[in-house]
T-cell receptor, first 117, second 115 residues
Framework: EAQVTQNPRYLITVTGKKLTVTCSQNMNHEYMSWYRQDPGLGLRQIYYSMNVEVTDKGDVPEGYKVSRKEKRNFPLILESPSPNQTSLYFC????????????????FGNGTRLTVT | DQQVKQNSPSLSVQEGRISILNCDYTNSMFDYFLWYKKYPAEGPTFLISISSIKDKNEDGRFTVFLNKSAKHLSLHIVPSQPGDSAVYFCAASRSTTSGTYKYIFGTGTRLKVLA
């Protein structure tokens, strides 16, 4: 089954304790991205990657790191989490590569709810 | 700077009637627009899209209209069903000056279809 898989689904941690949220897709997609969803603010892009070893900042990158060593994986790293990073996180991927395709919707994982105390 | 705006946080519609969800954008460089549906505890699911070279796209009960001059798009659901009750996000995408590609989302509209 074609899917984007995030782990864990739920995570409670304390301020300053490094954590990684994993994301993997099995659709051979070029493009991957991380979003956070907060009440009243919708989905805001954290980082995205056009291809392996190519990553770019989205609209809210502060406090996050990513890496894209393999096409299928795009982990989100919080080196020193803070309470303002408590949120619902979504990983997404699309077929989009170095061409502009009108049929390149994003496919989302089921989300990771992170609480930082 | 909210480039994609959904000004109605919520909408209630009677079953069988039409649901119209609206979305406005500010950046004329957007050239691909999408609608997503999101149920609680799940990720957003792609619903329908439209490119900027079209003004209408239909898929079953769902139709998206694009008015480029007004920088406005809308999603029509006819007839509405209770299972359509969800949060709907509109999104727009564009190339960046560095040759990358971004998808920008609105804040969402919660649709409730009343039986």
């Amino acid at each position: 089954e074609a899917q984007v898989t995030q782990n864990p689904r739920y995570l409670i941690t304390v301020t300053g304790k490094k954590l990684t949220v994993t994301c993997s897709q099995n659709m051979n997609h070029e493009y991957m991205s991380w979003y956070r969803q907060d009440p009243g603010l919708g989905l805001r892009q954290i980082y995205y990657s056009m291809n392996v070893e190519v990553t770019d900042k989205g609209d809210v990158p502060e406090g996050y790191k990513v890496s894209r060593k393999e096409k299928r994986n795009f982990p989100l790293i919080l080196e020193s989490p803070s309470p303002n990073q408590t949120s619902l996180y979504f990983c997404a991927s699309s077929l989009l590569g170095d061409w502009r395709g009108w049929d390149s919707p994003l496919h989302f994982g089921n989300g990771t709810r992170l609480t930082v105390t | 700077d909210q480039q994609v705006k959904q000004n109605s946080p919520s909408l209630s519609v009677q079953e069988g009637r039409i649901s119209i969800l609206n979305c406005d954008y500010t950046n004329s460089m957007f050239d691909y627009f999408l609608w997503y549906k999101k149920y609680p505890a799940e990720g957003p699911t792609f619903l329908i899209s439209i490119s900027s070279i079209k003004d209408k796209n239909e898929d079953g009960r769902f139709t998206v209209f694009l008015n480029k001059s007004a920088k406005h798009l809308s999603l029509h659901i006819v007839p509405s069903q209770p299972g359509d009750s969800a949060v709907y996000f509109c999104a727009a995408s564009r190339s960046t000056t560095s040759g990358t590609y971004k998808y920008i989302f609105g804040t969402g509209t919660r649709l409730k279809v009343l039986a």
